[in-house]
């Protein structure tokens, strides 16, 4: 095979376990993957575990693969799946009903993207998933609330709150 593969080559090439397929599903993925997983992990360690961990499921369910033209996305999906179940295991993650919380928008001001990551990965657990599912992986309140067993009004309040303390962790950045 060449070092070239299209995606639908390296589909192919990862469901009969050829390495050369796997490694290049990984130059093709993995940016993107450790990306999704430093947003949820809490540091680059936890992230790289987060990454490995997902790529052991890509591989163990590369035949579920039907479309190979939506290898990026179904990549990104299993990462973001992987680093919810990681996060629920580690760290007994329990979403609970609590009181709706007020609609709050964040400002955007320009930071360093090395900011933001730390911002974000200060966060707590829950509210670090619900940020990304909503914010980050574009996810409607009823899929998260979906995917993470609980309902709108807690998916919106700890959206809330994750907004909030980026907001606040964001500005005492600003004001250094």
């Known amino acids: 095979m060449s070092m070239s593969m ?12 050829n390495t050369k397929a796997q490694r290049a599903l990984y130059d093709a993925t993995s940016s993107l993957a450790m990306g999704i997983c ?20 890509v591989f163990e369910k590369i035949h579920m693969l039907k479309e190979s033209e939506s290898l990026q996305a179904w990549v990104a999906r299993i990462m973001v799946n992987n680093c919810i179940q990681t ?7 329990v979403l ?7 609609g709050v928008s964040i400002n955007y001001d320009p930071y ?12 707590p657990p829950q509210q670090r998933i619900v940020f990304n599912m909503c914010e980050v992986e574009g996810y409607s309140y009823e899929e998260t609330a979906q995917r ?16 909030q303390m ?3 962790q964001l500005s005492k950045i600003k004001n250094r």
């Open 6 to 17: 299209d995606n639908a080559q390296i589909v192919d090439g990862c469901k009969r376990h």
């Open 38 to 57: 430093m947003r949820y992990a809490r540091n680059r360690a936890d992230a790289e575990d987060m990454l490995q961990e997902g790529y052991i499921r």
């Open 87 to 93: 996060l629920r295991n580690t760290h007994r993650i």
């Open 96 to 102: 609970t009903d609590e009181d709706e919380a007020l």
């Open 112 to 123: 360093a993207l090395d900011d933001i990551v730390d911002a974000l990965q200060q966060l």
């Open 148 to 163: 993470l067993h609980c309902s709108q009004v807690n998916v919106r309040s700890l959206l809330s709150r994750a907004k």
């Open 166 to 168: 980026l907001r606040e």
